[in-house]
């Protein structure tokens, strides 16, 4: 069991080596994934800014349709009061005046509304966009970046790990499973102590544990942090 547990100790102190490697190698996919979160999010924006700025050009077009009717209409509706035969008939006309007057001040109101709205979402939209081709070019470098960052930590990593699978060969499989397992939430997995305290947590360990640990007969993880514990006197002897 000695050598099956100096062979887990060297696996370790790999793993370990290469811990801070694993760790950049996951985080660089999750940091592109929010710039291309980022990306897709102001490109929806700006999609939806664009639909509106469209409504709102359409509006101010019927609008102005409109108002070109209602002008049309005034005229027509003085020329009635102009060939009134009756103040029945200019009467009439009169009001057809003043209502068409009433429309056109409305039109006109609506136009300058709509008017403000476009500029100002025409501006929106503008910094929208900017926002979004900085967003695309900073997401394009980053991949580009990211490619011979993640080539160099592999490689790295491959130089670091060179013998693991031979050392991992020395060890029982059912010790590597419950290896692994406890490596998926604990750091520095396996421990090496000199006297009887775990250095993974500071918690002192029973008598009878540390004679045991000395004699290297089994496996023993500590009582309280569940890490696997070695004697320094294994991995010197």
Known sequence: MREELLALAKLAEMDDSARDIDAELKQIPQSLEELRDNVQTLETMLAHERQQLEEAEQLKAQQGTELKERNEGLQRARKKVAQASSIREADAGEREVEANRRSIKEREDELGRIGQAIEA??????????????AKSVLQSKEE?????????EEQRGKLLDGREGLAAKVPKSVVK???RLKTGITNVVIIISDGTCTGCRMA???QLTIELQRANDLHQCPHCRRIIIHKKVIED
């Open 178 to 180: 419950r290896y692994e």
């Open 121 to 134: 979402k025409t501006a929106s939209l503008a910094e929208r966009e900017k926002d979004f081709e900085e």
């Open 205 to 207: 360990l029973p008598p």
């Open 145 to 153: 970046s990211s490619k011979t960052r993640i080539a160099e930590l």
